[in-house]
Structures are given as structure tokens and as C-alpha cells.
């Protein structure tokens, strides 16, 4: 539920919209609360555009008393024309995006074909080497995804490996990992231990997963249980599990990465691999994070 604690009753109309509550506050003011996570363009009646991102329940904007006239608010999902004449919204006008088309897309293409060559993670990596130049950065994953591919793959909607591979290519072998790592370092521990790491193909969850959808169109896509989601059936039809250590983080105190353990344990036939460096406070332990969670 949104508004709360603002006094707002929504205006009745006959559309609704999927991501956005119109309402007037006891003021007489107009407000527009999102009801998921999602950013949004905002076109006021005026003519001034801005782009806002919101979390579920949080306003968007309000005060709208002064401008009349006729809004627009697009997001990834929908396109929503309005008018505010002042005192209420008249005129709803929604038009969704084909949003679930790239649900469809994605799920046409079996998950153990979102695979990127070595070659291509290479490209990706002199990729961030030009982004980050001149700069103290040594980026990590996180970094990477937000400010290389989510721009790259946002009009298209999928996933960076799809982006490259409209048709898919089949791993060979499952990457499983710690975000929090440096991209470089953990893209040449894997170009050091495979002698054919152009050719060979990977599954790594931020290139075969789609990193622009909403937490809606996530959920969607991974299913109610890690057995179904497209991790488990990538894990069952490689050829190697390859699990990358690093030394920022235990890649163990994120649960993905615990699943993905149980998961090849559990359901996978094929080789494991250790690599990378562990933290220093694992090593002065003489712990041995890897086949172990």
C-alpha cells in the first residue's frame, strides 16, 4: 500500500496503471506514488522533462496544484499520459511496453545457452580498462554492471551474453563468484587457468542474467525455487563448475553462491575447479574456501 501517512485518496478512474498511483492530497494537491521499484521520465505539463528513480511506496512527485495541463510518465514498462486540471487527474491514458516479450525472448533460449566466450569476456574487460582510465578505480562487478552493461543492454532488454549471442551458445562451464571482487583480477584468473579460454564458454550469472529488468520481471525469469531457476539447469548441463575465489570477499557469505554449491553437489555432473586467491583473514585462519561453504 502506498501514501501512507499523506492523506491520499485516489482519484477514480477507469484505467489503472501497473507502476504508477495517482492521487490528491486533502490539500487539493495532486501526487503520484510508484508502486514498485522502477525509475521513471517525467514529462510536466510544461514542457521540463527529469528522470526520477523511486522505490516501491515512495513519492514521485506532488505540489502539482500550479501546473495544469496534460503529464507524461514512461518507464520501462509502460507509457502514461494524464491531465491535472488543477484540482484532479482526468484522462488516464496507459500503453504498455513490451515488456514480456523479453521474458518470452529469454525463455525461448534454453539457460544453458546465455554464454560468453572468453574472447568476448576479454572484450569486456578492455572494455572497463578505457572506462576506468585515469581514475584510483579498480572497478568490482557491481561497478562494472551498473555503469557498462546496464547502459549497453538497456534498449535491447536482455542479457549482455544474448546482447553479443542473439541465438545463444552452449556453456561448457559455470562461473560462480563474489560481486564484490575486482572484475580484472577475476577475469584473468580465468583467462590464466584455461589454456583455451577464447573459445571456451561461460555462464556467469551478470552476462546471462538480464541486469536492466525490474525485481518483477526477475523473479519471473529465476521461477519460485533455485532447483527450477536457469543457475540450476545451467549447473546440470556443464561440463565444469568453476568456482573463482578472490581476495576482497568469502564468496560464501552470499547465498547465491551457497545455492550454487549445494546445486552442483546436489544435481551437477561435472568437474569442480578451484581458483583465485582467498581473503587474507581466510588464509591466516588456514581456512579453505572453495569445495566448502
Same mark, same amino acid.
Given at each position: 500500500?502506498? =501514501?501512507?501517512?499523506?492523506?491520499?485518496?485516489?482519484?477514480?478512474?477507469?484505467?489503472?496503471?501497473?507502476? #504508477?498511483?495517482?492521487?490528491?492530497? %486533502?490539500?487539493?494537491?495532486?501526487?503520484?506514488?510508484?508502486?514498485?521499484?522502477?525509475?521513471?521520465?517525467?514529462?510536466?505539463?510544461? =514542457?521540463?522533462?527529469?528522470?526520477?528513480?523511486?522505490?516501491?511506496?515512495?513519492? @514521485?512527485?506532488?505540489?502539482?496544484? #500550479?501546473?495544469? =495541463?496534460?503529464?507524461?510518465?514512461?518507464?520501462?514498462?509502460?507509457?502514461?499520459?494524464?491531465?491535472?486540471?488543477?484540482?484532479?487527474?482526468?484522462?488516464?491514458? $496507459?500503453?504498455?511496453?513490451?515488456?514480456?516479450?523479453?521474458?518470452?525472448?529469454?525463455?525461448?533460449?534454453?539457460?544453458?545457452?546465455?554464454? /560468453?566466450?572468453?574472447?568476448?569476456?576479454?572484450? #569486456?574487460?578492455?572494455? @572497463?580498462?578505457?572506462?576506468?582510465?585515469?581514475?584510483?578505480?579498480?572497478?568490482? @562487478?557491481?561497478? $562494472?554492471?551498473?555503469?557498462?552493461?546496464?547502459?549497453?543492454?538497456?534498449?535491447?532488454?536482455?542479457?549482455?551474453?544474448?546482447?553479443?549471442?542473439?541465438?545463444?551458445?552452449?556453456?561448457?562451464?559455470?562461473?560462480?563468484?563474489?560481486?564484490?571482487?575486482?572484475?580484472?583480477?577475476?577475469?584473468?584468473?580465468?583467462?590464466?587457468?584455461?589454456?583455451?579460454?577464447?573459445?571456451?564458454?561461460?555462464? /556467469?550469472?551478470?552476462?546471462?542474467?538480464?541486469?536492466?529488468?525490474?525485481?518483477?520481471?526477475?523473479?519471473?525469469?529465476?521461477?519460485?525455487?533455485? #532447483?527450477?531457476?536457469?543457475?540450476?539447469?545451467? /549447473?546440470?548441463?556443464?561440463?565444469?563448475?568453476?568456482?573463482?575465489?578472490?581476495?576482497?570477499?568469502?564468496?560464501?557469505? %552470499?547465498?547465491?553462491?551457497?545455492?550454487?554449491? @549445494?546445486? $552442483?553437489?546436489?544435481?551437477?555432473?561435472?568437474?569442480?575447479? $578451484?581458483?583465485?586467491?582467498?581473503?587474507?583473514?581466510?588464509?591466516?585462519?588456514? =581456512?579453505?574456501?572453495?569445495?566448502?561453504?
Amino acid at each position: 500500500q502506498v =501514501g501512507v501517512g499523506c492523506c491520499c485518496t485516489s482519484t477514480a478512474m477507469a484505467q489503472q496503471s501497473s507502476d #504508477l498511483k495517482f492521487s490528491v492530497d %486533502r490539500d487539493g494537491d495532486g501526487a503520484v506514488h510508484a508502486l514498485r521499484d522502477l525509475t521513471v521520465k517525467i514529462t510536466y505539463a510544461n =514542457g521540463f522533462t527529469e528522470e526520477r528513480t523511486r522505490k516501491a511506496g515512495d513519492l @514521485v512527485i506532488a505540489g502539482l496544484r #500550479l501546473i495544469i =495541463g496534460l503529464w507524461k510518465f514512461e518507464t520501462d514498462a509502460e507509457v502514461v499520459q494524464i491531465n491535472w486540471n488543477g484540482s484532479q487527474w482526468t484522462g488516464l491514458d $496507459v500503453k504498455s511496453k513490451v515488456v514480456k516479450s523479453k521474458i518470452s525472448m529469454m525463455k525461448l533460449i534454453p539457460a544453458n545457452r546465455w554464454g /560468453i566466450t572468453g574472447k568476448q569476456l576479454m572484450a #569486456l574487460a578492455d572494455q @572497463v580498462v578505457q572506462k576506468f582510465t585515469g581514475s584510483d578505480e579498480n572497478p568490482n @562487478v557491481y561497478e $562494472v554492471v551498473d555503469k557498462l552493461i546496464k547502459p549497453l543492454c538497456k534498449e535491447s532488454g536482455v542479457s549482455y551474453a544474448l546482447l553479443l549471442n542473439p541465438k545463444g551458445i552452449k556453456c561448457s562451464t559455470f562461473v560462480t563468484h563474489a560481486w564484490f571482487e575486482s572484475f580484472l583480477a577475476f577475469v584473468d584468473d580465468i583467462r590464466d587457468h584455461y589454456p583455451d579460454f577464447e573459445t571456451r564458454v561461460f555462464w /556467469i550469472c551478470f552476462t546471462a542474467n538480464p541486469q536492466t529488468w525490474s525485481p518483477a520481471e526477475l523473479s519471473d525469469l529465476l521461477g519460485p525455487s533455485a #532447483l527450477q531457476s536457469p543457475f540450476a539447469i545451467a /549447473i546440470q548441463q556443464c561440463d565444469t563448475f568453476l568456482i573463482v575465489r578472490n581476495r576482497s570477499k568469502n564468496l560464501y557469505s %552470499r547465498l547465491w553462491c551457497v545455492a550454487e554449491l @549445494v546445486l $552442483v553437489n546436489a544435481y551437477g555432473d561435472c568437474v569442480v575447479e $578451484v581458483i583465485g586467491n582467498m581473503p587474507p583473514r581466510a588464509q591466516e585462519r588456514g =581456512g579453505d574456501i572453495g569445495l566448502n561453504a
